[in-house]
């Protein structure tokens, strides 16, 4: 975790919340981390964290929700930090911490309740980099990859932040590298403190011309991606002309179906849109090697 990711974090728990803010927040935060045990007569769920604030507020927001039967925050060891948990119990009264009972869909729930969800997801799984390095990137992690899309639709809908998808180690991460958007998230967590912090460095990186050395990078980039998307799409077309695309295998051919539909997009979003198609996950190195059994059909039809 970044010192400026812990920063944020600090300053989201030194926050006071409304009540039903608290009960947004928490059910984010279960979702997201829990542990549970299914024992009938006595239902228990663990929440933990790496942070130690975080698992202080967490702690406090159930003592003030009325959780009187829980025990005491537990410290254990792991590898060289501290894990801290709490151990929740006697669930058949609070239905709403349960994991997916706290419908952020519903056009009802206030705009400063989806605020606190968000600061929720952020305390488990967000991570940004520090202002002072070279790339600016914001990320959070889920598991589920419908409650990811839920989330993606929830930011750009109501806070007008332009989320991309992208998979890692069977996770998927939603991320932001754009400064201005980092900074609209900061504001949207109620950090003005962190967002002073993030401010105050892209200033002095703007006088260095480092954005605009990397703005340069990024249509280098996305040259390079239209250049290639455009050659795929030739030898796809041409191997259709030649009734060789049986001789690709099942997943080349969706992937080159793709390709054709999606002709700007990178190796990374046609492995989103292959998950979309398909159900089945493939990184960017397999999209890349799916790549190159298309070139190699294309050169035997060409030589035969």
Same mark, same amino acid.
């Given at each position: 975790?970044?010192?400026?990711?812990?920063? $944020?974090?600090?300053?989201?728990?030194?926050?006071?919340?409304?009540?039903?803010?608290?009960?947004?927040?928490?059910?984010?935060?279960?979702?997201?981390?829990?542990?549970?045990?299914?024992?009938?007569?006595?239902?228990?769920?663990?929440?933990?964290?790496?942070?130690?604030?975080?698992?202080?507020?967490?702690?406090?927001?159930?003592?003030?929700?009325?959780?009187?039967?829980?025990?005491?925050?537990?410290?254990?060891?792991?590898?060289?930090?501290?894990?801290?948990?709490?151990?929740?119990?006697?669930?058949?009264?609070?239905?709403?911490?349960?994991?997916?009972?706290?419908?952020?869909?519903?056009?009802?729930?206030?705009?400063?309740?989806?605020?606190?969800?968000?600061?929720?997801?952020?305390?488990?799984?967000?991570?940004?980099?520090?202002?002072?390095?070279?790339?600016?990137?914001?990320?959070?992690?889920?598991?589920?990859?419908?409650?990811?899309?839920?989330?993606?639709?929830?930011?750009?809908?109501?806070?007008?932040?332009?989320?991309?998808?992208?998979?890692?180690?069977?996770?998927?991460?939603?991320?932001?590298?754009?400064?201005?958007?980092?900074?609209?998230?900061?504001?949207?967590?109620?950090?003005?403190?962190?967002?002073?912090?993030?401010?105050?460095?892209?200033?002095?990186?703007?006088?260095?011309?480092?954005?605009?050395?990397?703005?340069?990078?990024?249509?280098?980039?996305?040259?390079?991606?239209?250049?290639?998307?455009?050659?795929?799409?030739?030898?796809?077309?041409?191997?259709?002309?030649?009734?060789?695309?049986?001789?690709?295998?099942?997943?080349?051919?969706?992937?080159?179906?793709?390709?054709?539909?999606?002709?700007?997009?990178?190796?990374?979003?046609?492995? $989103?849109?292959?998950? +979309?198609?398909?159900?089945?996950?493939?990184?960017?190195?397999?999209?890349?090697?799916?790549?190159? +059994?298309?070139?190699?059909?294309?050169?035997?039809?060409?030589?035969?």
């Amino acid at each position: 975790m970044s010192s400026f990711t812990m920063m $944020i974090k600090d300053e989201i728990c030194q926050k006071s919340f409304e009540d039903c803010c608290q009960k947004s927040l928490l059910s984010a935060f279960v979702r997201l981390n829990k542990l549970t045990n299914n024992n009938k007569e006595n239902q228990e769920i663990k929440l933990y964290s790496f942070h130690e604030p975080t698992i202080n507020l967490i702690f406090q927001l159930l003592k003030n929700q009325g959780w009187e039967n829980y025990s005491e925050i537990l410290t254990k060891k792991y590898k060289k930090a501290n894990r801290y948990l709490i151990e929740v119990n006697n669930l058949s009264n609070g239905i709403w911490l349960k994991s997916k009972d706290f419908d952020i869909t519903n056009k009802n729930v206030k705009k400063h309740c989806l605020r606190a969800y968000i600061a929720g997801i952020f305390l488990v799984s967000g991570s940004i980099n520090s202002p002072t390095t070279s790339n600016y990137h914001l990320e959070l992690q889920f598991n589920d990859y419908q409650f990811v899309k839920t989330i993606q639709k929830l930011l750009l809908d109501n806070f007008n932040l332009d989320f991309k998808i992208i998979i890692r180690r069977n996770k998927f991460i939603l991320y932001l590298k754009k400064s201005n958007d980092i900074s609209e998230f900061l504001k949207l967590l109620d950090c003005p403190q962190a967002v002073f912090s993030f401010e105050d460095q892209r200033i002095k990186r703007e006088l260095l011309n480092t954005i605009n050395r990397f703005n340069n990078i990024d249509i280098s980039n996305q040259q390079k991606t239209l250049v290639a998307s455009l050659e795929q799409v030739k030898m796809i077309t041409k191997i259709k002309e030649l009734n060789g695309f049986n001789q690709l295998s099942d997943k080349c051919q969706i992937l080159a179906d793709l390709r054709l539909i999606n002709q700007d997009a990178s190796l990374t979003e046609l492995s $989103i849109f292959y998950y +979309e198609k398909t159900g089945e996950m493939i990184t960017k190195s397999g999209v890349n090697h799916l790549m190159r +059994e298309l070139k190699k059909t294309y050169r035997e039809l060409l030589s035969m």
